[in-house]
């Protein structure tokens, strides 16, 4: 029951607080994207091609993953541990597989999982070949990985990650320990923070004095 209902609140979560409009989110953390409504699936956009097309012409040797199955690792990267490591046994490449919510909102496990705060799902995904950005940094608490990246591109402070969350969101949602990337976020740019809706009340940094 208690499996249940741990799947049922992910769901509520991840549908008001995730795709939804995030009442406690400022204008900027707000999510952008939108599920698309009941039995109705992805729709790729119109496209034709007003150029020339490339010279090089790919060869497609191989079938591309299955939209479904990388659809479902990343729902499962939010919150089920067991279910990532089964499907990452049947398919390895899903490690490396985005999915594309709409409107350019694209999301892989790592992304899922940083934006969560489950450091035990981003350790395995980053041993199966992950590939840690700036956000799972923020999260992780990885300061001098995080200085790196704005001391290469500054303009990285205003990056968005998925459903567009902030890095100082993904800072936030890391807990006690990525505060001190946090605080250095904040030395960067400063921002209203706002309840974080996927911080555990024992993970939440002491509050300062003001």
Known sequence: MADILSRRLFTAMAAGAVFGSGSELSADEKPKAELPKAGVGPVEAPFERDYAPPEFKPSWKKPQTNRLLVQDFVIFAHMDLPMVKKLLDREPSLVLATMNWSAGDWESGLGAASHMGRRDIVE?????????????????????????????????????????????FHAQVGGKESEKTLDYLQTVKKIELKPNPFLKKDDAPAKKPA
Do not use: N
């Open 124 to 168: 395995v995904l980053l041993e199966r070949g992950a590939r840690i950005d700036i956000f799972c940094a923020a999260m992780l608490g990885m300061t001098d990985v995080v200085k790196a990246f704005l001391t290469m591109q500054p303009k990285l402070i205003d990056a968005k990650g998925p459903h567009g969350f902030s890095l100082h």
